[in-house]
């Protein structure tokens, strides 16, 4: 008999800004699905971001620093909300929007 998974998914958009959609091959969006064990414990943004990684080599480096803290030019959103770090959680069907800060002179 087979055993049967409890585990649902969350399905999160990622919006991918242009200086970053070299790594989606030119996507402005990922559509990731995310391990759910129980709806009262949604994903976090750090395994959202994992996931996008998965999909699209080398795109997290560009978003997370070594010391796994959101680069100072990156602001992350979950749901239109300023996310302050990467443990928020990502409710299912929340769009995360990545923006990268334009600079120049």
């Known amino acids: 008999m087979a055993s049967v998974s409890t585990e649902a998914a969350a399905v999160v958009r990622v919006r991918i800004p242009s200086?970053?959609?070299?790594?989606?091959?030119g996507a402005d969006q990922v559509v990731v699905a995310i391990p759910v064990l129980a709806p009262e414990h949604p994903a976090s943004l750090a395994a959202v971001l994992a996931a996008v990684e998965a999909r699209c080599?080398?795109?997290?480096?560009?978003?997370v620093d070594?010391?796994?803290r959101?680069?100072?030019h990156i602001k992350l959103f979950v749901g239109g909300t300023?996310?302050?770090?990467?443990?928020?959680?990502?409710?299912?069907g929340a769009e995360v929007m990545i923006v990268a800060a334009l600079s120049g002179g």
């Open 19 to 25: 200086p970053l959609r070299s790594y989606t091959g």
């Open 57 to 63: 080599r080398g795109l997290r480096f560009r978003i």
């Open 66 to 68: 070594e010391q796994g």
């Open 70 to 72: 959101v680069r100072p």
């Open 82 to 92: 300023l996310a302050a770090d990467l443990a928020v959680p990502v409710p299912a």
